[in-house]
């Protein structure tokens, strides 16, 4: 009973508030730079009625009245934003340039380049040495490769089959078909056979005719497309014949067949982008770009085929040699890493690596900006690890991705020698070039 006539009170009280006409009235009162921008909201609104629309006024200004200027942003906040970026619509439209709540709270903005450890990922084209970002490197070797035909079409030809072919298995065995043909070539000199390659064959359609480049390879080293009749058909069939002045020289078929065979991929090289800071407290602290994190679509895929894993994982008990081998496969998924290594002045050398380089790498890295490369040194991770140039253990086999700090450190015996020389433990141990770019870590 209580509860009943609880509720006939606040339908009482609800009721007694009045109608929308007297709610405008008080807060032209205590808003009144509101009441003349009121015409300008109903001409785009044709929906909502003139009653609506003077309501959802007066609750806009009420909030503004309510809302404390030293509170942060709220859900109040999110609604009102809103109301007003469809308001500023609904004038644009309309043609209006007074739009009521031009404060609008402007939309987030990705951070700019200025506040990252490194503006992105980039690399090296080994062909022109261009620097190329990583969403271009592909595309920009490809156009490199194509451009050397005109100056050497069998190295160019060769490049093509091993870097535009994806399909490493695939690559192998067509590059080891054509190597038969030219070894037979090679080792029969006399019988004409050889010298004839059947374009409809099925082996060549299998394995050689998939490769993006094998024709143009033929062509590079002296085959020539001719029509020639065919034991089985009726009609002449398209052969690769070898002509007669290359015949004559057969070690340059035996050179081209060493190219084929010890030829790798084409591949960009990764920027170090090295750089030289100034002491900082800044030093832990890692801003870094999306190149860092973007997968690839093969890096999706491998990622699909892990969570796959997990989830036949889950209902298997599992042992400790297990888990830390899914912890060290959980490192994996990144591609590149930042590392900066604190000399023992406080100044930082930084470098980009990719997460499954080699520690030998770093070490080779820091080794390079140092005056005196000959001398010993050694690398600790966060905590006093001491960090081995193994060429066998990679980054990420270490923790140090997708970025970490590191400390440059003597042994005892070291630093003694380095003192008795003169030198002194700081930056100075690093190369004059290097320390007149020293930058200050913002």
Known sequence: MKKFFQEIKADIKFKGAGPGQKLTESAGE????????????????????????????????????????????????????????????????????????????????????THLAVPGVYFTCPLT??????????????????????????????????TFNKDRDRVKLGVDTIAKYLDNIHLHPEEEKY?????????????????????????????????????????????????EEVLAQPQSLERHREQLLAAEPVRATLLRQRRIFRPSPLASQFDLPGDFFNLTAEEIRREQRLRSDAVDRLSVLRTKAMREKEEQRELR????????????????????????????????FVREALESDWLPFELLALGGQKLSEDENLALNECGLVPSALLTFSWDAAVLEDVKAAGAKPDSSILKPELLLAIEMLS
């Open 30 to 113: 205590k808003a009144p730079r509101e009441k003349p921008n009121q015409p300008a909201l109903r001409q785009p609104r044709q929906g909502p009625t003139d009653e609506a629309q003077m309501a959802a006024a007066a609750a806009l200004a009420r909030l503004e009245q309510k809302q404390p200027r030293a509170r942060g942003p709220t859900s109040q906040d999110s609604i009102r934003n809103q109301v007003r970026k469809e308001l500023r619509a609904e004038a644009t439209v309309s043609g209006s340039l007074e739009v009521p709540g031009n404060n609008v709270v402007p939309e987030p903005k990705e951070e700019g380049s």
């Open 129 to 162: 040495g261009a620097t190329l970002r990583k969403d271009q490197r592909d595309a920009r070797i490809k156009e490199a490769i194509l451009s050397h035909f005109a100056t050497d079409p069998v190295a160019a030809s060769i490049m093509k089959i091993h």
């Open 195 to 243: 010298r004839k390659i059947k374009l409809q064959n099925k082996v060549f359609q299998e394995r050689i005719n998939c490769l993006e480049g094998a024709h143009e390879f033929f062509e590079a080293i002296g085959f020539q497309k001719v029509m020639l009749p065919a034991a089985d058909k009726e009609g002449p069939e398209e052969f690769y014949v070898l002509s």
């Open 333 to 364: 998924k990144y591609t590149y890493t930042l590392l900066r290594v604190r000399l023992p002045d406080g100044c930082l050398l930084q470098g980009t690596f990719y997460a499954r380089e080699r520690m030998a790498a770093v070490y080779g």
